[in-house]
């Protein structure tokens, strides 16, 4: 019988130096003032990284699970030390920073150890959204039209040079130009003036200190694709949607950073993916089809999330492409794959398989 390939799953996760003290709330809907349809608790990221590890062994690798710990030294030791065929890549930032994610994978790559999801380069590009938005937009793929502004050493000097006069058409979305997981997306976020344009411009600028993404704002279906494999068996999965039904009328149909993060917060309960999204057979395909060649353009490997927008009249703007999408059971790609009939062990599989195809071993038998 073949050696069990061993994989390390790789995360990084720095515990809170004060845990903040837990305030005891009223949870009932009459106290929160509307119903709940998610489960109130996070679930700790502590049981995300055992559940995967679980459903890796349960597909038959050896897991050797390490946490890094923003320790460099440490990691480097532990990659050195022991024998692994693969790296499965959780790590996110570095340091409490995400623009550090590149740097580890290139410590990989230094390594020549192999490794699941994308290059240093792709994530570098995928996290600057107007650089990603500029590769769509060479490939002749469909994105929502913008403007960036630029952050200049004051804010004062960026709103001084920031056009006032512009071909965008309102409502307006301003957007951190690299935040992720809806960093910096409330419904203020949306603009439908000059004035509030400028007001939220100068926010972005201040508050998340990078250059503010001024997009048009698309009103309509919000659809994720998620890809799996790549080259001749890249595929896209059932596509997920996210509903905003009983969304109330005061927020914006959006995944805001609320609704994506704040339990106790309305709309966290009001945006529910389903899956698959009932979409006519051809405009399912027309997402897949882009999905397929965004993913290809920006360079994702193994598996990787394209959010898109659908307005009234059917047509698709790609807001974003995610390397390296969350893995959660049950949510997300995972989801998607289950309607597949893809269980999550087998995603899973799936992934490193595709990974350890890039193993220096086989290069060597080519
Ligand atoms: N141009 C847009 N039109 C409509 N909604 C948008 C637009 N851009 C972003 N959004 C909303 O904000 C959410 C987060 O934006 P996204 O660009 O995907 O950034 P993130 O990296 O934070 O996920 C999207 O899921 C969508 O609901
Ligand atoms: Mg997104």
Redesign the pocket.
């Known amino acids: 019988m073949p050696r069990q390939p061993v994989v390390a799953l790789l995360y990084n996760d720095v515990p809170a130096e004060e845990e903040e003290l837990e305030v005891p709330v009223d949870l009932s809907p009459e106290a929160l003032g509307f119903t709940p349809y998610f489960d109130l608790d996070d679930v700790p990221a502590e049981e995300e990284y055992a559940r995967i590890e679980s459903a890796l062994t349960e597909a038959g690798f050896k897991v050797a699970s390490y946490n890094v710990k923003d320790r460099f030294e440490r990691l480097f030791k532990f990659l050195a030390r022991r024998k692994i065929d693969v790296i499965f890549n959780l790590v996110e930032f570095f340091h409490g920073r995400p623009e550090l994610e590149m740097d580890v994978a290139s410590f990989y790559e230094l390594l020549d150890i192999p490794y699941t999801g994308a290059t240093p380069l792709t994530l570098a590009l995928a996290q600057n959204?107007p650089l990603a938005k500029s590769v769509l937009r060479s490939y002749d793929l469909p994105t929502?039209r913008?403007m960036t502004v630029r952050r200049k050493a004051s804010v004062a000097d960026s709103l001084s040079t920031f056009r006032s006069r512009h071909n965008l058409h309102y409502p307006?979305?301003v957007?951190p130009a690299c935040?992720?997981?809806?960093?910096?997306?409330e419904n203020e976020?949306?603009v439908s003036s000059l004035k509030a344009l400028r007001a939220r411009v100068e926010y972005v600028l201040e508050e998340f200190r990078m250059d503010a993404l001024v997009?048009?704002?698309?009103?309509?279906r919000?659809l994720n694709v998620a890809v799996l494999g790549n080259g001749s068996v890249r595929r896209a999965l059932p596509i997920s949607e996210?509903t905003f039904e009983d969304m109330p009328e005061e927020f914006?149909?959006?995944?805001?950073?609320q609704?994506?993060w704040a339990p106790l917060h309305e709309a966290y309960h009001r945006?529910i993916p389903s899956c698959p999204a009932d979409l006519p057979k051809a405009k399912t395909q027309e997402a897949q089809d882009l999905a397929l060649r965004a993913t290809e353009a920006l360079g994702t490997r193994d598996y990787a999330r394209v959010?898109i927008?659908m307005n009234k009249s059917g047509e698709f703007?790609i807001?974003?492409v995610?390397p390296n999408p969350n893995l959660s059971e049950g949510t997300g790609i995972a989801r998607s794959a289950e309607a597949a009939g893809i269980a999550f062990q087998e995603l899973l599989k799936t992934i490193v398989e595709s990974a350890l195809e890039r193993s220096p071993k086989l290069r060597e038998e080519e």
């Open positions: 959204k929502p913008s307006l979305i957007k935040e992720d997981g809806s960093g910096g997306i976020s949306i997009e048009e704002y698309i009103e309509g919000e996210i914006y149909k959006i995944v805001s950073f609704a994506k945006t959010d927008r703007y807001l974003e995610n």
